[in-house]
């Protein structure tokens, strides 16, 4: 499953959902397919639904400790230091009020200086969007925005890697097969849409720049993304009487392979791209 995180930043007081890791399932599909689509995010969406639930497992302490789920990160969320350029911070969790480590630049690149800020004097600047921050209100000095619950942003990380990377096939000492293009699926960042839910969360890949409607490798995909020394290892198995699904288990399941997949194509013989007939592919043992 992939993992979410949810975090409140002291400095703007916004809550966000954001994806802190992807599972090797959905990193394998999206090697297959060009389409990044994380698992269900599942503990906000269905609390969401029950407002009084929410508002209790989410926001008010229990006999004194801090909120159940949301996290405390020092600094400002990515939504105000990006668009707009509040102070860019290390952000590390929090429940505290600690120095802010401050990231400055100068003529050699960027730089870390903790400085005490006080964030009652912080205001938003001029440009300061409500239609991209619906928290916001007319402020008095001393006071931040303040957001309303069921509107947390999302946030999806940036993937850059290999085809190769992606099915977990790079470490093979055959470059036969291999994909070595980089693909990188953009982060996302907006408000949560309880009526999307999945498709707001969801990337596609990008190569050079350009979005791709599939990033399909020919071979890769006509072997449901085994390599030929995945399939010397499978033929030695089943010579020892392995079952298929304990192959499987034994070294495809951690790449993220589903089972119905590998057991359709695991038995198959190797499918080589081909022009020299009507289909285009012929097989091989």
Not at 158 to 187: C, F, G, K, M, W
């Amino acid at each position: 499953m992939c993992e979410f995180g949810y975090f409140i930043y002291n400095g703007c007081h916004h809550r966000f959902v954001e994806i802190t890791s992807y599972c090797s399932p959905v990193l394998w599909k999206a090697g297959m397919t060009g389409k990044l689509i994380p698992c269900k995010e599942v503990i906000y969406t269905n609390m969401f639904y029950n407002f009084t639930t929410v508002f209790t497992a989410f926001s008010k302490p229990r006999g004194g400790k801090e909120p159940r789920w949301w996290t405390g990160k020092s600094g400002f969320c990515r939504k105000c230091e990006d668009e707009f350029k509040m102070p860019k911070t290390i952000h590390n969790e929090t429940h505290t009020e600690i120095p802010m480590t401050i990231i400055r630049k100068d003529g050699k690149g960027e730089k870390e200086a903790k400085e005490e800020l006080d964030l009652n004097q912080i205001l938003p600047p001029r440009n300061f969007d409500s239609t991209y921050n619906p928290f916001f209100s007319p402020l008095k000095r001393g006071h931040l925005p303040q957001p309303e619950f069921d509107h947390p942003f999302i946030y999806t990380p940036y993937v850059n890697r290999t085809v190769s990377d992606l099915l977990q096939i790079a470490d093979q000492s055959s470059e036969e097969h291999q994909d070595r293009r980089y693909l990188y699926y953009p982060p996302n960042l907006e408000l949560y849409d309880s009526n999307r839910q999945l498709s707001q969360w969801c990337s596609c890949a990008h190569y050079m720049g350009i979005p791709l409607e599939s990033c399909s490798n020919s071979y890769l995909t006509n072997n449901g993304g085994l390599t030929l020394a995945d399939r010397s290892y499978i033929q030695h198995g089943l010579k020892l009487g392995w079952e298929v699904e304990h192959i499987w288990r034994k070294k495809f399941r951690v790449r993220g392979m589903d089972f119905e997949s590998f057991k359709r194509f695991a038995p198959a013989r190797e499918t080589l791209p081909s022009l020299s007939n009507g289909s285009g592919f012929s097989g091989r043992e």
